[in-house]
């Protein structure tokens, strides 16, 4: 016997630093511009579109070549394989070719002895175009029926039937804007060749094995012919998903070209333009309820803009339809989601994936209805709440695990909601600049890959005859901790202290054919692999010790015990190795019990849910539109959790992004398709004067009802929609400008000043 399984494990798990933290303080972290530089190194940069849609009718770019210090220039007539970095529909150029598609898209390449030069070359090559009307908005891709996907439809019951036996109906509309990843590490690769044509690349994405595949593609290669190797990320929030490749693919063409190593490391205002963002969405709504608030019937279009190629669009709308419903049983429910194409650089993945505007939304139609009763928007939340005989969701799936009410009720409780809901109203009844707002919102998150295959793990575990393990997987470290994690689910497995285990780069060459370090389930996913992985060599080293010592054989803290036999593990490993027994072992995880069928939007696409909730009290300046969030109380689901510490601080940034999202990052195109917001001077992202005063973060004390590694549930995206409270407690102190009227301040997101101003000025009117 190898003794107990730590799957199941009796006591929680310790709260230890990120693995990097001491060398992050230390400034001793490398990333991939911190590696060293060959002498005959590349440095490359792209020559942008200027046209937001145009066919190229010319293209000279000899004064490129001449400035000094450049060495190569490329066009997409000097890509020996296919010219795509697209993860679907294989409709991303890595190079344009005979058009552009959006401002900003890479039209030539630049390979130069220094990155300046590269830059300054880049900027001088002279395109001619045939600029065509390019379709920007989503009212102008819906009058031109531009898409990248057909229309998508997910329904239960009648809700046109049941909208019309309402006994009170609403509708109304929702702009929720797109948000720039902002990553403190922006995308960077560099690739060198090897011997007999294979190509080693060094980049900073969440998907290895992809960048792999494609760069392969791109080459004419074989997959196994290219390696691609992560150690950690500065960040990276879905923007290196698929983002990243492009970036990559540039450095490896160079370096098969030339047979010199190449860097490319995107200037900031460059990344901006050049990448996608996260989805911006026009919400449309109908909604029928009774006097208590209950929702009869929902209606819901998302017209999601989702750029000029697919990139991830049809799974990011996807999941917006999965959580439009949040936490709210709607008996009667019909969602519709437009897939836009407009001619602006196209949207992708971020932290959330398309989550967040559904559940937006959502809370937007509470809060409506809530306005139109008179009621506390947390009694209308509370009333249509999932629970016994109302626990199917809009795509047919039974929830098992609904903790949403008790978690709701808790945190009304240890936050004083209805004590501070009071002293608000008394506030706002004397103050007639200031105005305070309180919101309590729920978050349910879905937790697995909506595409099914991608559900699935990969690692390698290696016990040296000294008793150290070495431990690689398919998953990548974005500084969400994940390494860490991982690290001590194998020493558990060892009983052995975690300082024991080496954490090593993730490669494709030791764990293939990977998914992307996405969907929340890195740990979910890779710690199960691992864990296989080091429980297959646990077993192989108990059977080898108690053939050699007698009796059952048990892995404890204090060493292994063979019998009446105690030895440290080294001890053991030794002797394992002396056996012949092997050290080295693959695990390998697929997530059980998910299926999902597309053409019908029914089925079970998610393993569990996440849980959370959040009260925010904001102040509202009347005068100026400025806000500030006072005080945050969290109560989030974590399950068992792996390492408290790291939980909470994914808690704690992901609801500040989510802030962010809401209040303060405007993303915004001009009539010509330009960027405008493309810089640290024009973008503004949360700072530390934004985080709340007060931010209290508990955990809940629950357990994963299904059979995770160590019980523990997924943390990395479910806490941005905690930030749903901020949105509504700014709603909730716009309404107190004018508390006689019934009805819902017109408020988009972001609500930036300017957003706040035009509601206030919108309610008091009337």
């Known amino acids: 016997m190898a003794g107990a399984d730590p799957l199941w494990p009796d006591t929680a798990k310790p709260s230890l630093p990120h693995d990097s933290a001491h060398l992050h303080v230390a400034g001793l972290a490398r990333y991939v511009d911190d590696e060293p530089e060959p002498v005959d ?24 070549r001449a400035l000094p210090g450049v060495v190569a220039v490329y066009t997409a007539a000097d890509i020996p394989g296919e010219n795509n970095v697209g993860p679907i529909a294989h409709d991303d150029r890595v190079l344009a070719d005979g058009e552009v598609v959006s401002h900003g898209q890479p039209v030539f390449l630049v390979a130069a002895e220094t990155r300046m030069a590269a830059r300054k070359a880049a900027r001088l090559g002279r395109i001619d175009y045939a600029p065509l009307e390019p379709v920007l ?62 190509i080693h690349v060094v980049s900073s994405s969440q998907h290895p094995s992809e960048v792999q595949h494609l760069v392969a593609l791109l080459l004419n290669k074989s997959s196994a012919d290219v390696t691609v190797e992560v150690r950690r990320m500065g960040g990276a929030f879905g923007g290196k998903e698929s983002q990243a490749a492009l970036f990559a693919a540039a450095a490896a063409l160079v370096a ?35 006097g208590e608030g209950r929702l009869t019937a929902v209606k819901l279009r998302y017209g999601g803009r989702c750029g000029a190629t697919m990139d ?71 009333r249509n709440l999932y629970g016994p005989g109302c626990d199917v969701t809009p795509y047919g799936m039974r929830l098992e695990d609904n903790i949403a009410p008790q978690l ?63 431990v690689n997987h398919g998953g990548t470290e974005m500084g969400q901790g994940l390494y860490i994690k991982v690290a001590q689910i194998v020493a558990d497995a060892f009983a052995v202290p975690v300082g024991q285990v080496r954490i090593t780069a993730t490669r494709t060459d030791k764990v293939p054919n990977t998914s992307a370090t996405a969907a929340s389930s890195g740990a979910d996913l890779n710690g199960m692999a ?5 429980v297959a060599i646990r077993e192989r080293m108990a059977a080898f010790l108690s053939s050699a010592f007698g009796g059952e054989v048990l892995f404890t803290p204090d060493g292994v015990i063979a019998g009446d036999t105690r030895m440290t593990f080294a001890e053991a490993a030794r002797k394992a190795h002396l056996g012949r027994i092997s050290l080295s072992s693959t695990g390998f995880y697929a997530t059980p019990e998910i299926a999902y069928d597309r053409p019908s939007h029914k089925g079970r696409p998610f393993y569990y849910f996440a849980y959370g909730a959040a009260v925010a009290e904001v102040v509202v300046d009347t005068l100026t539109g400025e806000h500030k969030v006072l005080a945050v109380d969290i109560l989030h689901d974590v399950g068992r959790s792996l390492n408290p510490a790291i939980d909470r601080g994914q808690i ?28 640290p ?52 102190a716009i309404a107190a400008t004018n508390p006689e009227r019934r009805e819902l301040p017109p408020l988009d997101a972001p609500a930036t000043p300017e957003a706040v101003l035009r509601a206030i000025a919108a309610h008091r009117a009337g």
Not at 41 to 64: K, N, Q, W
Not at 419 to 427: K, N, S
Not at 432 to 453: D, E, Y
Not at 693 to 711: S, Y
Request: glycine share 8%; hydrophobic share 40%; with cysteine.
């Open 41 to 64: 190194m590349l440095h490359l940069a792209f020559g942008l579109s200027t046209e937001a849609r145009a066919r190229i009718v010319g293209m000279d770019l000899a004064e490129v």
């Open 137 to 198: 908005t989503v009212e102008q891709a819906r009058a031109a029926g531009s898409r990248i996907e057909a229309d998508q439809r997910m329904a239960q019951g009648d809700a046109d039937g049941a909208l019309a036996a309402a006994p009170h109906r609403l509708s109304g509309h929702l702009k929720i804007g797109a948000q720039d990843h902002f990553y403190l590490e922006g995308q960077v690769a560099h690739a060198r060749a090897g011997e007999d044509g294979q």
């Open 256 to 290: 098969h070209h030339t047979g010199r190593p190449a860097k490319f490391r995107c200037d900031r205002d460059d990344d901006m333009i050049v990448t996608g963002k996260r989805h911006d969405f026009d919400v449309d709504y109908e909604a029928g309820h009774d």
């Open 312 to 382: 991830l669009s049809p799974g990011i709308n996807d999941r917006t339809m999965f959580h439009a419903d949040n936490c709210y049983f709607l008996p009667d429910v019909e969602i519709a989601s437009e897939r836009l194409k407009t001619n602006t650089v196209s949207a992708t993945a971020f932290r959330g994936f398309g989550g967040p505007q559904g559940m937006l939304a959502i809370e937007r139609v509470c809060d409506h209805v809530a306005a139109r009763l008179g009621l506390d928007p947390l009694r209308v939340r509370e």
């Open 408 to 470: 709701v009720a808790r945190l009304r409780e240890t936050a004083e909601y209805d004590r501070r809901r009071e002293a608000i109203a008394a506030f706002n009844a004397v103050n007639p600049v200031l105005k305070k707002g309180i919101a309590l919102t729920p978050v349910k998150f879905g937790i697995s890959f909506t595409t099914t295959h991608l559900n699935q793990a990969g690692a390698l575990v290696h016990v040296y005859a000294d008793g150290s393990i070495q």
């Open 530 to 534: 691992a864990h296989n992985a080091a």
């Open 652 to 679: 704690e940034g992901g609801f500040v992004q989510g802030q962010g999202w809401l209040t303060t990052e405007v993303v915004e195109w001009d009539a010509k398709g330009r960027l405008l917001n493309h810089s």
């Open 681 to 732: 001077a024009t973008y503004k992202v949360p700072t530390a004067s934004d985080r709340p005063k007060r931010l209290r973060i508990d955990l809940w004390d629950g357990e994963n009802a299904k059979p995770t590694v160590h019980r523990s549930k997924a943390v990395g995206e479910p806490p941005l929609m905690l930030a749903n409270s901020v949105f509504c407690a700014m709603s909730a």
